[in-house]
């Protein structure tokens, strides 16, 4: 329980809260929807020369990867794994991280090395032994010999040992459906498949985490990070928008995900309130509270659109690196106008980036600027915007033959036929796109 406070402290606070009220249609509708974006304070800063680990569901790969791609060092990506990682169809996913007890298992066993089971892990597929899986990782089967299994499991600990170096933890919490080997009493990562469950009968068991499990959890991972890290240490945390596949609980999945995502993130805001150099950064939020056109890869209800991941990111630096603004900025503005583009919101397009001094450095900006007022029936402010792009990025053919078409509609042939001169010295292997046009028809017939 928190500590009380009096009321005029509470009140003076709310006073100054400037997103204290929930946004409604007539007021704040532009912090919801199409893309949520809930205010956070951070804590401390990243420095761009900071390393970066980063663990925990398949989220967490959508965070290195945009972490990346910025040019940051992400330790957790450092998957040098041999013969046995190459075989792998999708290396990085194999090594995600779904409950918080398989995460304080795993981190653990890296720092603590005694602490490992060894191949004890590894559970036969055939009576010749020919093939093992490791469900403290992913799913994949593992046809090679033990020793070699073994010591492909003592390098993915040697990637994992990284986290006491890393300048910054990113932990990303998946779901509470955990399973536990109860003869070796560790919980595995994945759920044991069928074969297996009648192979070994009674081995396996289902854990429900509670808040308390999660809360213990969290703490003892940062007992134990506090023991052998030689720096400061910073975490970042978030919990995984993706839902769950399914549930081995007897109830709607809906519900299932419900409390796994809700049972997390209570735990992760008393963990944050109680622990100094802890932050949460609301990406659970993000996601599932905007529009779902905007949220999700078309046609799947799972999996976060790559540019709102990249929004996200893009907040996550802007907020924890300063600095960067006016580039992140730019970044933020693209990936809206592209998700904006996506749901065919073309007005809500205008507006944003109207007034937007971004768009004079980015032609990206500008082109879709360009579409958008064309959306809008706005040609003639269409051609305007679109021929600084044409000026500016000479090697991008889309957004000539757009000004062309244009021209061709507002039925100014002559200036359309300059450019599609142009566009037969730019672009010489595009004669399909010359084929037929309305300015070339037009002057065959003079």
Same mark, same amino acid.
Request: hydrophobic share 45%.
């Given at each position: 329980?928190?500590?009380?406070?009096?009321?005029?402290?509470?009140?003076?606070?709310?006073?100054?809260?400037?997103?204290?009220?929930?946004?409604?249609?007539?007021? $704040?509708?532009?912090?919801?929807? *199409?893309?949520?974006?809930?205010?956070?304070?951070?804590? +401390?800063?990243?420095?761009?020369?900071?390393?970066? +680990?980063?663990?925990?569901? !398949?989220?967490?790969?959508?965070?290195?990867?945009?972490?990346?791609?910025?040019?940051?060092?992400?330790?957790?990506?450092?998957?040098?794994?041999? *013969?046995?990682?190459?075989?792998?169809?999708?290396?990085?996913? +194999?090594?995600?991280?779904?409950?918080?007890?398989?995460?304080?298992?795993?981190?653990?066993?890296?720092?603590?090395?005694?602490?490992?089971? $060894?191949?004890?892990?590894?559970? *036969?597929?055939?009576?010749?032994?020919?093939?093992?899986? &490791?469900?403290?990782?992913?799913?994949?089967?593992?046809?090679?010999?033990?020793?070699?299994?073994?010591?492909?499991?003592?390098?993915?600990?040697?990637?994992?040992?990284?986290?006491?170096?890393?300048?910054?933890?990113?932990?990303?919490?998946?779901?509470?459906?955990?399973?536990?080997?109860?003869?070796?009493?560790?919980?595995?990562?994945?759920?044991?498949?069928?074969?297996? !469950?009648?192979?070994?009968?009674?081995? #396996?068991?289902?854990?429900?985490?509670?808040?308390?499990?999660?809360?213990? $959890?969290?703490?003892?991972?940062?007992?134990?990070?506090?023991?052998?890290?030689?720096?400061?240490?910073?975490?970042?945390?978030?919990?995984?928008?993706?839902?769950?596949?399914?549930?081995?609980?007897?109830?709607?999945?809906?519900?299932?995900?419900?409390?796994?995502?809700?049972?997390?993130?209570?735990?992760?805001?008393? #963990?944050?309130?109680?622990?100094?150099?802890?932050?949460?950064?609301?990406?659970?939020? !993000?996601?599932?509270?905007?529009?779902?056109?905007?949220?999700?890869?078309?046609? &799947?209800?799972?999996?976060?659109?790559?540019?709102?991941?990249?929004?996200?990111?893009?907040?996550?630096?802007?907020?924890?690196?300063?600095?960067?603004?006016?580039?992140?900025?730019?970044?933020?503005?693209?990936?809206?106008?592209?998700?904006?583009?996506?749901?065919?919101?073309? $007005?809500?397009? !205008?507006?944003?980036?109207?007034?937007?001094?971004?768009?004079?450095?980015?032609?990206?900006?500008?082109?879709?600027?360009?579409?958008?007022?064309?959306?809008?029936?706005?040609?003639?402010?269409?051609?305007?915007?679109?021929?600084?792009?044409?000026?500016?990025?000479?090697?991008?053919?889309?957004?000539?033959?757009?000004?062309?078409?244009?021209?061709?509609?507002?039925?100014?042939?002559?200036?359309?036929?300059?450019?599609?001169?142009?566009?037969?010295?730019?672009?010489?292997?595009?004669?399909?796109?010359?084929?037929?046009?309305?300015?070339?028809?037009?002057?065959?017939?003079?």
């Amino acid at each position: 329980m928190s500590v009380p406070e009096t009321a005029e402290e509470v009140l003076r606070r709310a006073g100054r809260n400037p997103f204290r009220r929930y946004p409604a249609p007539e007021a $704040g509708a532009e912090r919801l929807y *199409p893309l949520a974006m809930p205010a956070s304070t951070p804590s +401390f800063q990243i420095s761009p020369e900071d390393t970066i +680990f980063a663990m925990g569901s !398949c989220f967490a790969r959508e965070i290195e990867t945009a972490l990346a791609n910025s040019g940051m060092r992400v330790l957790s990506r450092d998957l040098e794994l041999g *013969p046995i990682g190459a075989s792998l169809e999708d290396p990085a996913n +194999f090594f995600n991280a779904y409950t918080v007890p398989s995460m304080a298992a795993e981190l653990r066993w890296a720092l603590e090395r005694d602490s490992f089971p $060894g191949a004890a892990l590894f559970y *036969p597929l055939r009576e010749d032994d020919s093939a093992y899986r &490791d469900l403290t990782l992913g799913s994949a089967k593992l046809a090679f010999p033990r020793a070699d299994i073994l010591a492909f499991r003592q390098r993915v600990l040697d990637v994992t040992a990284q986290v006491a170096e890393a300048d910054l933890l990113v932990l990303t919490l998946g779901h509470v459906e955990s399973w536990r080997d109860t003869a070796l009493d560790i919980p595995l990562n994945i759920a044991p498949p069928p074969a297996l !469950c009648a192979r070994f009968p009674g081995r #396996f068991a289902l854990e429900v985490l509670s808040y308390e499990d999660i809360l213990a $959890g969290l703490r003892g991972i940062h007992d134990l990070l506090l023991r052998v890290r030689r720096k400061p240490l910073r975490m970042l945390l978030t919990v995984s928008p993706v839902p769950l596949r399914a549930t081995f609980r007897d109830m709607d999945v809906l519900l299932a995900n419900s409390y796994s995502k809700s049972v997390q993130r209570a735990a992760v805001e008393t #963990f944050v309130a109680e622990t100094k150099g802890v932050d949460y950064f609301p990406s659970y939020e !993000c996601v599932t509270l905007s529009d779902p056109a905007a949220a999700w890869t078309e046609g &799947d209800f799972r999996h976060v659109a790559p540019d709102l991941v990249a929004r996200i990111m893009a907040e996550v630096r802007a907020r924890y690196m300063p600095g960067e603004e006016t580039g992140l900025r730019r970044d933020a503005l693209l990936t809206n106008a592209r998700l904006l583009t996506r749901m065919e919101r073309y $007005g809500e397009l !205008c507006d944003l980036l109207q007034d937007a001094p971004e768009r004079a450095g980015s032609p990206d900006l500008q082109q879709a600027y360009a579409v958008a007022l064309r959306r809008n029936n706005r040609i003639a402010e269409a051609v305007a915007a679109i021929s600084d792009v044409v000026e500016a990025a000479t090697e991008d053919h889309r957004a000539l033959e757009r000004l062309i078409r244009w021209l061709e509609q507002l039925d100014r042939m002559p200036l359309a036929r300059d450019y599609l001169d142009l566009h037969a010295t730019r672009f010489p292997k595009r004669r399909k796109f010359r084929r037929g046009r309305k300015a070339r028809k037009a002057a065959r017939k003079r």
